[in-house]
C-alpha cells in the first residue's frame, strides 16, 4: 500500500503562515491526484486541498480558499500546502492523502495509509 509521511506543522500566531509538505512512496505521486485533510480536536477528519497528478486542477475546502495554495513536485514525490494568513480555526492535524482523482479525494477517501499527520496550532 501506498505510503505517506507529513511534516512541517508548528505553532504560529494568527496571521502566521506555514508550508506543509508530503512525501509518497516512490513513483506513487506520479500516478495519483495526492490531497490534505485536517482534523480539529474532537471533530472529524475533513477534506482541505486537493491537486491533480498534472497538477492542472486544485481544489478547496471554502474556508481555505485565497489563504491557503496545494502544488506538488512529481519529481520528488511531494505535495505541499502553503497556508498563509492562519486563523486559530486552523488548528488540527494535518494529513495527506492520495486517489485516482480529487473527487474521490473529497469524499474522503484515501489509497494510502493514513499517517501520522502533523500538528498545526494557531495561537496567540
Known amino acids: 500500500q501506498v505510503q505517506v509521511a507529513e511534516s512541517g506543522g508548528g505553532w504560529v500566531q494568527p496571521g502566521g503562515s506555514l508550508r506543509l509538505s508530503c512525501e509518497a512512496s516512490e513513483g506513487a505521486s506520479m500516478v495519483y491526484a495526492m490531497g490534505w485533510f485536517r482534523q480539529p480536536p474532537g471533530k472529524t477528519r475533513d477534506f482541505v486541498a486537493g491537486i491533480t497528478w498534472g497538477s492542472h486542477v486544485t481544489e478547496y475546502t471554502d474556508s481555505v480558499k485565497g489563504r491557503f495554495t496545494i502544488s506538488r513536485d512529481n519529481g520528488a514525490n511531494r505535495a505541499y500546502l502553503l497556508m498563509k494568513d492562519l486563523k486559530p480555526e486552523d488548528t488540527a492535524v494535518y494529513y495527506c492523502?492520495?486517489?485516482?482523482?480529487?473527487?474521490?479525494?473529497?469524499?474522503?477517501?484515501?489509497?494510502?495509509?493514513w499517517g501520522q499527520g502533523t500538528q498545526v496550532t494557531v495561537t496567540s
Open positions: 492523502a492520495l486517489h485516482y482523482s480529487t473527487d474521490y479525494l473529497k469524499r474522503g477517501d484515501n489509497l494510502a495509509s
